[in-house]
């Protein structure tokens, strides 16, 4: 049943919460049980170290579902100030004194036991923070974003594996073609009705876009080595003045952990060297990068309100539905989520994903960098504090959609929205092209 669904059945609804928070712990869990030594360090300057993140996680969820909505005693008080992110850089974490890992497994703990105490006394309605267990999808929201930020970390860290996975399934039907038009008109962008949607995915209202091609599938390996191949990146024509020096600036020559031997292009994947899988959605590209291959494809990116609608707009009943397939949540055969893979599926592996206009794999398997800033949309509430998403728009932020395969299905809706730096890549972006639609085309 969907949350919606549940929000009359407390107790129903408190066995679901307690389910989702389970299963962000079972996966925070799995990437910090690893060596001590892995846990401190840092791997990157643009990542915090993974025992930072462990007790940030623990922190958020103290204060949020300890002391406001159970109204209790502080845990540790003392290291509110540590495990801020908007009082320490990721650069500087390593230098702060941190719990250790002993310390830092016990504290997420004891504030879960707590957390769960809390979840089984207090009513889910008749305060907003609470509504529909809004506090606690919150905070399960948070733990999986974090997972995926661990992840992205894991990918950073130099040596032998220590992550293993199964191989993602195959690739299903072609498509019979490469772009889907999407009509123009009104469609409802945003949602009303979703109880654990972040205050930036709300209000629900009604967008105007002219009538546009999206690409069927997210641009693959294949085509953008072909881009590489073309000499994308020597060729300024394709790139907008800040993406051409930001290229050369960074040495950019192909997407992160790429390498090329012979002739052959190989990836670094969670410590695995294995040559590039040609199907796959492109993945660790900057959005300056994904705006210069769409340039040389004669195409630009979508904008955010494009990639929703082509999302979620049924033209059979004009309705925006909770995801492309339907309003049913996400099933293993919707999409690739949950990090099960460590990887995106070759394009076209899910097929029951498609949208109704005809457009594949829009949840999971990469996020898809848009062409639009992070702006806050009309009639925006900031709830419940500013640092979730309002001290963050601005054209500094790029907009991106849809969820990586390491992304968790709770922290994931075709209105959810993600944003970042252009210069990102170490995340698990990738992008498909669109195109304005001419008369001659309707
Ligand atoms: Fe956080």
Redesign the pocket.
């Known amino acids: 049943m969907t949350l919606e669904q549940l929000r009359h059945s407390p107790e129903q609804l408190r066995t679901r919460i307690a389910e989702e928070l389970d299963r962000a712990r079972s996966r925070s869990a799995r990437l910090t049980d690893i060596d001590r030594e892995d846990l401190v360090r840092q791997h990157s300057p643009l990542m915090s170290p993974l025992v930072w993140d462990y007790a ?1 996680i623990g922190n ?1 969820e103290e204060l949020w579902l300890v002391r406001d909505v159970g109204g209790r005693e502080p845990v540790r008080e003392d290291i509110d100030n540590l495990y801020d ?1 908007f009082q320490h850089k990721r650069s500087d974490r390593p230098s702060l004194p941190l719990l250790g890992p002993d310390e830092a497994g016990a504290y997420v703990a004891e504030v879960r036991r707590k957390a769960l105490e809390v979840l089984e006394r207090t009513p889910l309605e008749g305060r907003r923070l609470t509504e529909a267990g809004f506090a606690f999808g919150m905070i399960v929201q ?1 733990e999986q ?2 997972v995926e930020t661990m992840l992205a970390t894991h990918q950073l860290r130099v040596g032998a594996p220590i992550l293993d996975a199964p191989p993602p399934p195959p690739t299903g039907p072609a498509a019979d073609r490469t772009e889907v038009y999407v009509p123009g008109g009104m469609f409802l962008m945003g949602t009303d009705l979703e109880p654990w949607a972040l205050d930036n995915e709300r209000p629900a209202h009604a967008v105007g876009v002219d009538s546009f091609w999206i690409d069927t599938d997210p641009v693959t390996n294949a085509q953008y080595a072909a881009f590489i191949d073309a000499g994308g990146y020597d060729d300024e024509r394709w790139w907008t003045p800040a993406g051409w020096a930001h290229k050369n600036t960074a040495g950019l020559t192909a997407p992160q952990f790429w390498h090329r031997e012979d002739g052959v292009w190989w990836r670094t994947r969670f410590g695995h060297v294995e040559e590039v899988p040609p199907h796959e959605a492109v993945q660790h590209v900057c959005w300056f990068e994904a705006d210069a291959y769409a340039r040389w494809a004669g195409k630009r990116l979508p904008t955010e309100a494009e990639w929703e609608k082509a999302a979620r707009y049924d033209p059979a009943t004009g309705r925006s539905l909770r995801y492309p397939w339907g309003d049913e949540d996400p099933t293993p055969e919707h999409a690739n989520l949950g990090g099960v893979y460590l990887q995106p599926a070759p394009v076209g592996a899910y097929p029951k994903g498609t949208s109704p206009l005809g457009v594949r794999g829009l949840i999971g398997d990469v996020w898809e960098w848009t062409s639009s800033d992070f702006t806050p949309y009309p009639g925006f509430a900031m709830f419940p504090y500013p640092e979730y998403s309002e001290v963050f728009f601005g054209p500094e932020y790029k907009v991106l959609r849809g969820g990586s395969w390491a992304a968790d299905q709770s922290a994931v809706r075709a209105t959810f929205r993600n944003w970042d730096y252009p210069i990102r890549r170490q995340i698990f972006s990738g992008f498909r092209c669109a195109r304005d639609a001419r008369d001659a085309d309707v």
């Open positions: 940030h958020q992110a948070h974003q974090h």
